[in-house]
């Protein structure tokens, strides 16, 4: 088995060069996830042994139009909509990992990211905002490339934060990768203390579900 060697004056490391194609809810999956269709291009058919790629996602929320609903809606993370113009900022969406096989020249691998439904995450309450349309992604990669010189000697070089595309990805496919596993639901994160007073007011009115105990504290606090 060869070495890994560290580069040499000879030796020129690949700009991979990197696209993504498509997106799409994955149908089985343990928790709601959306596939992306992510190209990978060695320029000048440099034969490549393994990619160890490290990806973070963003959502570049300034590069999109926002109806007055929705705007309603990202009150909670943006404030209100005549202030978006300081307040408007990119959100962190989920950085994974990704081990590419063995290719030359090109070769396409789906890059499978795991959506939580959690709605304290901002990435979480920003597409739940939304009716449709795109969302703007900027995918930023890095990590190491494994490849081999033209005296089949295995070298591996990093790759730069600098490396970067960017993809829209439909509002429908995020809704579709959560309703394979929440249908018509959204989940809400409570303190201990507000749990219990809730449980405690939900069995002593008799109500039989969770809906029917907060639609009857709203429609309390309405008639105040």
Avoid: N
């Avoid at 009150?75 to 096989?101: N, Y």
């Amino acid at each position: 088995m060869s070495a890994v060697s560290p580069l040499s004056p000879l030796s020129s490391a690949p700009e991979l060069a990197f696209a993504v194609t498509g997106a799409s809810a994955v149908a089985h999956a343990a928790v709601p996830m959306v596939s992306f269709a992510l190209r990978v291009d060695a320029p000048g058919g440099q034969p490549i042994r393994s990619v160890l790629l490290d990806v973070q996602i963003q959502i570049a929320a300034r590069r999109r139009r926002y109806g007055t609903e929705s705007a309603d809606r990202l009150r909670d993370l943006f404030g209100p909509p005549e202030d978006w113009s300081r307040t408007l900022r990119t959100l962190p969406w989920p950085r994974v990992t990704k081990v590419v096989p063995a290719f030359t020249s090109t070769t396409e691998v789906a890059l499978e990211v795991p959506c939580t439904y959690d709605l304290e995450i901002s990435g979480a309450r920003y597409f739940a905002a939304l009716d449709d349309g795109l969302v703007p992604l900027e995918l930023l990669f890095s990590g190491s490339v494994f490849y081999s010189t033209p005296q089949g000697a295995l070298q591996t070089a990093r790759i730069g934060w600098d490396r970067d595309t960017e993809f829209a990805l439909p509002v429908a496919v995020w809704r579709e990768a959560m309703d394979r596993h929440f249908p018509a639901s959204a989940w809400l994160r409570l303190g201990a203390d507000s749990y219990a007073a809730l449980a405690a007011f939900k069995a002593r009115h008799a109500h039989t579900s969770w809906d029917a105990a907060v639609a009857a504290l709203l429609a309390g606090a309405d008639r105040q």
